[in-house]
């Protein structure tokens, strides 16, 4: 007898923005929650500036105060540097500076392959619903 997940969804990676961890054309499975902690990889649906569904590492939550870069390059957030051991080999946590405090009802999320991501260091904080947690 099959088990029937029905409390999650499956998503399809389209591009490198999250390689190595999620690489492209990887399925995912999303459990459905808006709860989400600092360092989760979710799925965002954006409606804008490119409607659509975005794996992205939840880096900053509302009220955190993140930056980039402390004097070792490290992303910090409320004054604390973070280890990223998930970043795509070779790539530096950000080549764009920023300071930002997260407002409320938004989400400070970048992919992990810095390098090629689109996300809030271009976009800043994000807005769009979260489809869920990838497990």
């Not at 955190?64 to 540097?81: E, L, S, Y």
């Not at 973070?82 to 070779?90: A, I, M, N, T």
Request: aromatic share 6%.
């Amino acid at each position: 007898m099959a088990t029937v997940l029905t409390t999650g969804r499956a998503f399809t990676e389209p591009s490198t923005s999250m390689a190595n961890t999620i690489r492209p054309g990887d399925v995912v499975v999303v459990a459905h929650t808006t709860q989400v902690r600092r360092g989760d990889v979710i799925v965002e649906q954006q409606t804008v500036p490119t409607p659509g569904n975005y794996l992205r590492r939840v880096i900053g939550l509302p009220g955190d105060h993140v930056a980039c870069c402390d004097a070792r390059g490290r992303i910090t957030v409320n004054g604390q540097p973070l280890d990223e051991p998930y970043l795509y080999p070779g790539d530096a946590p950000s080549e764009v500076r920023f300071k930002v405090t997260v407002p409320k009802g938004h989400l400070w999320l970048l992919g992990d392959h810095r390098r090629v991501s689109y996300d809030s260091r271009e976009l800043g904080p994000l807005t769009g619903q979260v489809a869920g947690r990838v497990v």
